[in-house]
Structures are given as structure tokens and as C-alpha cells.
């Protein structure tokens, strides 16, 4: 069965310590990764993704995730949090076809302490 | 990006009537369009696939006579949701993708059934 996993349901963190929220998936074909984040009441920006080559792939923000095919993983991080970040996060898998709907995981919800 | 625009951003509605959602893709042609629900604090779950031209697709479990979904052009899809309840609340996202990108998601629109 397809499907996305986020382990973690909320997580705090201070101001300027680093984060990271995990992402599992469970795909047939060749995964296509993203992660969306969701201020309340908003609807979803694009952070990152992840088709194809460098593992390591570069978003908005400061965020980067790490693609790991032997670990069915896609985990979001972040040097630095700033409290602008406090938000809901989702990953979600998909195939590269424009007729497929993404399947999102159930999202990891942000809290930054000062 | 893409721009997926949503309308109305919230409606409040009274039992029983009913109340129609309008996601136009801006400044591309979509074939396929994706309705979601998202219940609060949770994740977006997919309700139906919008094809132009043709019958919407619609997930296991949802009522299908009383969340219409219309695609009459390329650029404009259409939920309506009959005769609502109050347990029809919900905020309800649409999202569209091109070939080799990732969904362009509009607003949302948060539906109020008092």
C-alpha cells in the first residue's frame, strides 16, 4: 500500500537550534518526494522536492532534505530555526504524472520556544 | 510556480443548502484537478480526481451525490456540496499539477454549516 509516514505529531524546539522532521514512505513505483508547509487556515506551500539525481536537495527558507531510497526516508532539516517557522509540515509521495494526486502524511505540526 | 486559485477563502452556510467551490488553474491548462479535506489538526485526505470533460473519480467512502464535482473547462473545476450539514465543515483544498512538477495547491476554502 502507498503511504507516508511522520513519526513525530508535534515537535518544539528553541529559537536557532536545528530541527528535523522525519518522513517514511511506502511507494510502488519510483517516489516522488515533497514537503509542504501550512500556516492556519492557509493552504500548502512548496518547501522542497526531490525527482531524480542529488540526494541532498535544497528548498525555501534554509530547509533541506536528505532522500535515502535503502531507508524509504525523506527527513526535513534545518540549520537554524526561526520562530517565523512555527507551522504545519507535511511530506508527501507521488508519481510523476500530472493525473496523480499526492498522498501526504498525516504532517508534523512546528512549535518554536524563544 | 503555477497559481491555483480558490474561491470562495471561507462560506458559511446554512443546514441544508447547498454551497459551490471554484478552483481555477490561472495561468495553465489543468486536465486534472484534485479535491482534498482537511479536518482540523489533521492531514489532507483526497476526496476525488476532477477530469475535464469527463466524470470525477471519487475515493472509497465519498458520497459522490453530495459532493458534485464539475470540470467543465481546462482551467476551472467545480465542488459543490448538496443539501450540507454541520459535519460537513471542513476546510477543502484544490490542487493541480503539470507534468514533471509538483500540486499547486489554492487556498482553501473553510465551509462553516451552522
Known amino acids: 500500500a502507498q503511504s507516508v509516514t511522520q513519526p513525530d505529531i508535534h515537535i518544539t524546539v528553541s529559537e536557532g537550534a536545528s530541527l528535523e522532521l522525519r518522513c517514511n514512505y511506502s511507494y510502488g513505483a519510483t517516489p516522488y518526494l515533497f514537503w509542504y508547509v501550512q500556516s492556519p487556515g492557509q493552504g500548502l506551500q512548496l518547501l522542497l522536492k526531490?525527482?531524480?539525481?542529488?540526494?541532498l536537495v535544497q528548498g525555501i527558507k534554509g530547509f533541506e532534505a536528505e532522500f535515502k531510497r535503502s531507508q524509504s526516508s525523506f527527513n526535513l532539516r534545518k540549520p537554524s530555526v526561526h520562530w517565523s517557522d512555527a507551522a504545519e509540515y507535511f511530506c508527501a509521495v507521488g508519481a510523476n504524472q500530472a493525473g496523480t494526486a499526492l498522498i501526504f502524511g498525516k504532517g508534523t505540526t512546528l512549535s518554536v520556544s524563544s | 510556480g503555477a497559481v491555483v486559485s480558490q474561491h470562495p477563502s471561507w462560506v458559511i452556510c446554512k443546514s441544508g443548502t447547498s454551497v459551490k467551490i471554484e478552483c481555477r488553474s490561472l495561468d495553465f491548462q489543468a486536465t486534472t484537478m484534485f479535491w482534498y479535506r482537511q479536518f482540523p489538526k489533521q492531514s489532507l485526505m483526497l476526496m476525488a480526481t476532477s477530469n475535464e470533460g469527463s466524470k470525477a473519480t471519487y475515493e472509497q467512502g465519498v458520497e459522490k451525490d453530495k459532493f458534485l464535482i464539475n470540470h467543465a473547462s481546462l482551467t476551472l473545476s467545480t465542488l459543490t456540496v448538496t443539501s450540507a450539514h454541520p459535519e460537513d465543515s471542513s476546510f477543502y483544498i484544490c490542487?493541480?499539477?503539470?507534468?514533471?512538477?509538483?500540486?499547486?495547491f489554492g487556498q482553501g476554502t473553510r465551509l462553516t454549516v451552522v
Open positions: 526531490y525527482f531524480s539525481g542529488d540526494t
Open positions: 490542487s493541480a499539477r503539470l507534468p514533471n512538477t509538483e500540486a499547486f
